[in-house]
């Protein structure tokens, strides 16, 4: 399976915890964006990345939340401090090249993390 | 920021009938995107639209990017029991430098009963 691959799928912390999420983007994908899915809404931007650069984090809250994709390994979502309110779907999707389909993303099954 | 208006919000036909949902935004958009997204799973994209007043199909389904930039609109026809789930429209920029954040709206549900 080539696709967006995501984990944990689930995971459940305690307030106060850390919550971490990985992405790895489909092969030969360079772009790595973070979504985050509220029961019954549609999915929010949150941040937007490229090899050890973010290039978009306008969607991401500036307090508790970061985000990295590395020049080796996963994309990684960090939460720190969860509230209950953090509780949510986070998805991750990739792109491809500009020259094979601009626009598009590419999304993983999602990790869903909930927060006692 | 940018939002999108998608109906209707949820949907409850017939097996056999045609489905028809559309998206309208206050914002001009580049490109338009239909995603599908069963429960548990993530959105998976269905069809993609790069120019206004573009008609695109695939298999059942047709979508089209408004003339105005504003609006786009996703047709089912003949639906089956596996049409079932949430409809997502999305927007995005795209200036040409990148595949920058899409913006979603909050789907349609679609209900088949048999």
């Known amino acids: 399976n080539a696709g967006v691959m995501q984990n944990p799928r689930h995971l459940v912390r305690r307030r106060g915890q850390e919550a971490r999420l990985r992405c790895s983007p489909m092969?030969?994908?360079?772009?790595v964006y973070w979504y985050r899915q509220l029961p019954e809404e549609g999915l929010k931007f949150m941040v937007y990345?490229?090899?050890?650069?973010?290039?978009?984090e306008s969607g991401m809250p500036k307090e508790r939340f970061s985000a990295e994709f590395p020049k080796e390994g996963p994309s990684i979502l960090r939460i720190q401090q969860v509230v209950r309110g953090d509780s949510a779907a986070y998805f991750c999707a990739s792109s491809p090249p500009e020259s094979t389909g601009p626009g598009e993303l590419f999304f993983g099954e999602g990790s869903r993390l909930t927060v006692l | 920021g940018q939002q999108l208006n998608q109906s209707p919000q949820s949907m409850f036909i017939q097996e056999g009938e045609d489905v028809s949902m559309n998206c309208t935004s206050s914002s001009i958009f580049n490109t338009w995107l239909w995603y599908k997204q069963d429960p548990g799973e993530g959105p998976v994209l269905l069809i993609a639209l790069y120019k206004a007043g573009e008609l695109t199909s695939n298999g059942r389904l047709t979508a089209q990017f408004g003339i105005t930039r504003k609006d786009s609109f996703l047709n089912i026809s003949a639906s089956i029991p596996s049409d079932v789930g949430i409809y997502f429209c999305?927007?995005?920029?795209?200036?040409?430098?990148?595949?920058?954040?899409?913006?979603f709206g909050k789907g349609t549900h679609l209900i088949i009963q048999p």
């Open positions: 990345l490229q090899k050890e650069n973010i290039i978009d």
């Open positions: 999305a927007g995005g920029p795209y200036s040409g430098g990148g595949a920058d954040g899409l913006t």
């Open positions: 092969k030969g994908h360079s772009h």
